[in-house]
T-cell receptor
Framework: DAGVIQSPRHEVTEMGQEVTLRCKPISGHNSLFWYRQTMMRGLELLIY????????DSGMPEDRFSAKMPNASFSTLKIQPSEPRDSAVYFCASNTWSGTGYTFGSGTRLTVV | DQQVKQNSPSLSVQEGRISILNCDYTNSMFDYFLWYKKYPAEGPTFLISISSIKDKNEDGRFTVFLNKSAKHLSLHIVPSQPGDSAVYFC????????????FGPGTRLSVLP
């Protein structure tokens, strides 16, 4: 099992550009979560999906953020246009309830200059 | 308003001694709690969990205590080892499927040789 796979590991982009982060959950996991980690706010839930359907997107900070899960093995988080304050580490996680919570990917470190 | 609080951003402990990491929560509906450990440049990994029907759960050197009346839990690491140096996140859930976890801001533990 390769775990939750995120790409890219690092992304540096200029303000105003579109950024797309990608995630492949663990096969068989029916829930997928996008988190953002910052020094000030720690780990914040942005959105989560159950069986490819968005359940709660109340954590998505602005309309500039959007997430999709077209199938059980792939999800994207898009920021358009990006701003310097979006700089953070973005984690994807997946689970199927087993009492051990989520399995996290290694994260994408986004820097918007 | 943070529902899960970890009021100590950092903690330093001598190798071999006990490390105690604290977590407080405000939502009385929370009934399942997890601790995650995070190393730099990696995603958080599951460490230990506790359900509200228990007040203690032990796994090797790691023990989690839950005080429901005080809405407080703590993670004890005995004995502490340099490899335990990491950021520790407390997470809580109150939904029926235990899927939507709220994370605390984390505590950085440094175990000194």
């Amino acid at each position: 099992d390769a775990g939750v796979i995120q790409s890219p590991r690092h992304e540096v982009t200029e303000m105003g550009q579109e950024v797309t982060l990608r995630c492949k959950p663990i096969s068989g996991h029916n829930s997928l979560f996008w988190y953002r980690q910052t020094m000030m706010r720690g780990l914040e839930l942005l959105i989560y999906f159950n069986n490819n359907v968005p359940i709660d997107d109340s954590g998505m900070p602005e309309d500039r953020f959007s997430a999709k899960m077209p199938n059980a093995s792939f999800s994207t988080l898009k920021i358009q246009p990006s701003e310097p304050r979006d700089s953070a580490v973005y984690f994807c996680a997946s689970n199927t309830w087993s009492g051990t919570g989520y399995t996290f990917g290694s994260g994408t470190r986004l820097t918007v200059v | 308003d943070q529902q899960v609080k970890q009021n100590s951003p950092s903690l330093s402990v001598q190798e071999g001694r006990i490390s105690i990491l604290n977590c407080d929560y405000t939502n009385s509906m929370f009934d399942y709690f997890l601790w995650y450990k995070k190393y730099p440049a990696e995603g958080p990994t599951f460490l230990i969990s506790i359900s509200s029907i228990k007040d203690k759960n032990e796994d090797g050197r790691f023990t989690v205590f839950l005080n429901k009346s005080a809405k407080h839990l703590s993670l004890h690491i005995v004995p502490s080892q340099p490899g335990d140096s990491a950021v520790y996140f407390c997470a809580a859930s109150g939904d029926n499927y235990g899927q939507n976890f709220v994370f605390g801001p984390g505590t950085r533990l440094s175990v000194l040789p």
